[in-house]
């Protein structure tokens, strides 16, 4: 490869990027080359609205994985896009209104609005007798601060359900910034409510040794020469003890810290453009930010502490630990961090996904200085020993490379063997034709490889169904999953990804899609609404369950209920349906039915398989009521709509006593500007209609409160919806802070103005609406505007 001279502080300001050299070689015609996306690579834009009322409905009613019990709740945590128009929506659960560690859940969109699959973690039902901790906050948080050699801050302890254990248990759980063993810690600690004992912590600084900075002469986009990118949100390089943002130059040196800015500041900005060429995200979050980076850090090290990355210097301090697969390796964790439920608890699988996202890295950047490869650090000779891993072949370095029931147990680092086994295998194949080295197999098979493009979007889809608890195994299931969602079941992309787990010894998962069925597999989906109701006993209830198509044909569903309190029985019409088609669900209780409230299980049985969602019943004593009577709901409750935009949401009526009667359906209190509309205008007791509402350009930003009447024989009833229109100016009073946005991702110190409040965002949060339960979490009231 042809050289050119070493460049020494050579800065040169373009407009709208800045032309450097960092100090050593690089190619004629390295990474400056234009790249322009396929159709099939292009990032989706945000979730739309269809997307999310979608999984907000799959979510409430139940559907499949997302049963819960009468006392459970979900609440929406984030949403990101994905390849082929799919959207993840994730989800945290509460019990009686406390959070649920543990307790998560994924929902998979299409474009369509089509729920294409539901994940939860499996920690079971939660079930406790009292919300009444024996043990105080304040002993709860020394006990977490006990965890730490020392603290520079740490959160007000707050009750949770742990759900993580073998059983849920009521604890408090706290975060903790501070030092462990002379390293920075950003630390959760779970302490058990009632007997003090501390459950377990997880820390948000996950480390790497790491050097290098031999990127070359290179383009960076700059704030005027300022490192600080205008396009890229969050991302900036900074001296990680004065904190001073560095400008664009440097001497090009190994141990100068400006020149090293550059090289962190570059490998992200290559990382940021992968995620969105190739896999389909928005930035390092997954809503278009990213994160401040420091150098100087004087320690043999780098790591990702939650917030930012840190980087020090190798053994001999002749360079900064800012090669481009370490940066990519600790954004990694960021992305680890920011997709489904967090870092995965299974030691090894946080690094995995930090050593791929440095690979991917660096073979989108195709950077002479710094080629592709599957080494990882491979510029740090940190020790004299060269790479600190080999992917292709994890055993080179005594890491494993087979997974095995002692991988939970290893050291992190080496536990990233066999996940880093199975993404070379994937994609570079068992014995590559490109000059890439062959990869011996646990089973002594071969395995096609299908390009590191393709391997990095079902890595990407894969972890973007993340929940709770989740290891190396459920990543199997997950990533055949995806590949079928992306390339489809008849398609080498699914052939081997399920080669590749097996040639690790990661066996066929439960569940787990076949390969090779030819065309489009036909499923469907199911849903209740309203999915609660009040039952008396001698009387009957109604709900409607409705059907859809997910994938190929219509097919017969046949509906039954389990689960039912004793004395109540249930009733389908019609018994049986064509996908896509409604069902009217009737319960009815003799006198002496079983009182109190108990989740009933619907289940839709078909020839591709069951889908399940569930109802949640409650019975109550006294004499059936006189005459008919129905009720109102909808779902979702509230909705953000940006000017010149629409939202829906669905309007379910129910046969509360009697007989059904015709129920007249209206919508009030729309603001100047916003037309609301409920179609059809009539129905009959236990049907269904759409709540329609459109926001004109003009429109003034703001909350507004609408109320759809249903008025019948038997009298009126009412529903609340809530429209937020984004936006606008902010109310008066609340200092300048824009409207609370569901669709927007907010960081600690972000403000924001809802429902007449100012709030203060003390974590990071997309769609949880300040002031809903549970977002304590996130967000904290500062008080009226």
Not at 69 to 96: C, E, H, K, M, W
Not at 264 to 285: F, K
Not at 488 to 512: D, F
Not at 587 to 614: D, F, M, P, Q, Y
């Amino acid at each position: 490869m042809r050289r050119k001279s070493v460049l020494t502080g050579l800065v040169v300001i373009t407009t709208g990027a800045a032309m450097i050299a960092s100090g050593l070689h690089t190619s004629a015609d390295a990474a400056d080359r234009p790249r322009t996306p396929t159709p099939a690579t292009t990032a989706a834009g945000a979730p739309s609205t269809t997307a999310l009322a979608a999984a907000d409905r799959a979510a409430a009613s139940g559907f499949d994985d997302l049963a819960k019990g009468p006392n459970d709740a979900f609440l929406r945590r984030s949403a990101v896009s994905g390849l082929r128009g799919l959207q993840y929506i994730t989800y945290d659960r509460t019990y009686r209104g406390v959070p649920v560690v543990g307790g998560d859940a994924t929902v998979v969109v299409d474009s369509s609005g089509r729920v294409r699959d539901t994940l939860a973690a499996a920690h079971g039902r939660v079930s406790l007798t009292s919300l009444q901790p024996k043990l105080s906050a304040a002993k709860a948080g020394a006990t977490a601060r006990a965890q730490l050699d020392s603290v520079s801050s740490a959160s007000a302890p707050q009750l949770v359900v742990y759900a993580l254990s073998a059983r849920p248990r009521l604890a408090y759980e706290s975060q903790l910034l501070g030092t462990r063993d002379n390293a920075p810690s950003s630390l959760h600690v779970w302490v058990d409510a009632l007997t003090g004992k501390v459950l377990s912590t997880k820390d948000d600084v996950v480390s790497e040794a790491a050097r290098g900075y031999l990127n070359g002469s290179v383009q960076i986009d700059t704030n005027g020469g300022l490192l600080q990118d205008p396009q890229r949100a969050g991302l900036s390089c900074a001296n990680n003890s004065t904190k001073q943002t560095y400008r664009n130059g440097g001497t090009g040196t190994g141990t100068d810290l400006q020149t090293a800015c550059v090289d962190a500041y570059y490998a992200v900005q290559q990382e940021w453009t992968m995620l969105q060429s190739w896999l389909g995200r928005r930035g390092i979050d997954g809503n278009g930010r990213g994160f401040p980076l420091y150098v100087g850090l004087n320690d043999v090290n780098a790591y990702w502490d939650g917030r930012s990355g840190t980087f020090g210097h190798n053994r001999a301090n002749s360079a900064q630990a800012v090669s481009m697969d370490v940066v990519g390796h600790e954004m990694g964790h960021a992305i680890d961090q920011f997709t489904g439920a967090g870092t995965a608890s299974e030691a090894g699988l946080g690094e995995a996904t930090g050593d791929i996202f440095g690979a991917l890295t660096e073979a989108y950047a195709n950077n002479a200085g710094d080629p592709a490869d599957y080494t990882v650090g491979e510029k740090i000779n940190l020790v004299g020993n060269g790479p600190i891993r080999y992917m292709h072949n994890p055993a080179t370095n005594g890491d494993p490379s087979c997974y095995s029931s002692a991988i939970p147990g290893t050291e992190v680092h080496a536990a990233a063997g066999p996940t880093n086994h199975w993404f070379y295998l994937l994609a570079e194949g068992s014995r590559p034709a490109n000059g890439n080295p062959a990869s011996p197999t646990c089973d002594g098979s071969t395995v096609p490889g299908i390009g590191i493009q393709k391997a990095g979007q079902i890595f990407m889809a894969a972890m973007s169904m993340k929940t709770s608890g989740w290891n190396a195994p459920k990543y199997r299931g997950a990533s055949v999953r995806s590949a079928v969602n992306l390339f489809g079941a008849n398609s080498q992309e699914c052939v081997s990804t399920k080669a590749a787990w097996s040639a690790v010894s990661i066996g066929t998962q439960s569940g787990e899609p076949a390969c090779g069925t030819p065309g489009p597999s036909n499923d469907f989906s199911l849903s209740v609404s309203p999915s609660s109701g009040s039952l008396r006993q001698g009387g009957t209830v109604t709900t409607t369950v409705a059907t859809q198509v997910s994938s190929g044909n219509a097919q017969p569903v046949t509906l039954s209920a389990s689960g039912l309190p004793s004395g109540v029985t249930a009733t389908f019409s019609p018994a049986t349906v064509t996908a896509g088609q409604p069902s009217t669900l009737t319960l009815r209780a003799i006198a002496t039915a079983a009182v109190g409230s108990k989740a009933v299980t619907v289940t839709g049985s078909a020839a591709s398989g069951n889908h399940t969602a569930t109802y949640t019943l409650t019975v109550t004593t006294g004499q059936p009521p006189t005459g008919d009577d129905f009720s109102v709901s909808v779902s979702p409750q509230a909705g953000t709509v940006a000017p010149g935009n629409s939202v829906t949401a669905a309007v379910a009526t129910a046969t509360t006593s009697g007989n059904a009667q015709p129920v007249n359906l209206a919508v009030t209190g729309a603001p100047t500007g916003v037309t609301a509309s409920v179609s059809p205008s009539s129905v009959t007791s236990g049907g269904s209609a759409t709540l329609t509402v459109s926001v004109s350009s003009t429109a003034t930003a703001g909350t507004y409160p609408l109320t759809v009447t249903g008025t019948g024989t038997g009298g009126t009833h009412t529903a609340a919806y809530t429209l937020t229109v984004s936006g606008g100016t902010p109310p008066q009073g609340c200092g300048g802070a824009a409207a609370w946005n569901a669709g927007q991702g907010y960081l600690p110190g972000d403000k924001v103005s809802h429902n007449g409040h100012l709030w203060n965002s003390t974590w990071y949060s997309t769609g949880a609406e300040p002031g809903a339960p549970g977002s304590w979490a996130v967000w904290s009231d500062a008080g009226a505007c």
